[in-house]
């Protein structure tokens, strides 16, 4: 048997691991539409849960998910989130439409 070097292994584990995030919709390529990720949320719950002003990063992750927040509702981990008072002042500062029908 042929004795293969330890970095094939590596590389051959990477690139499944790419082709699933892609699989899953979790991982955007330069040039592709939006790709919904409610996990990007995250970043704006400190500011919605508190009512401080948002930051850069959370304003940038949130229009980055700007056309996903109504389906976005329905996650089971951040879509409660939504629906406080908070994420309207958080939608606010970082110039943000968030409108599904409630607001």
Known sequence: MKNTSPYIGLLLFTVAAMVLRLSAGHLQLPGSETTCDPVQLSWCLQ???????PTEKCCRKLKGQEPCLCQELFDPT?????????????CSAC?????????
């Open 47 to 53: 500011s919605i849960v508190s009512y401080l002003p």
């Open 78 to 90: 951040f879509g409660g989130y939504l629906v406080l008072p908070g994420a309207k002042m958080v």
């Open 95 to 103: 110039n943000v439409t968030f409108s599904c029908g409630f607001w």
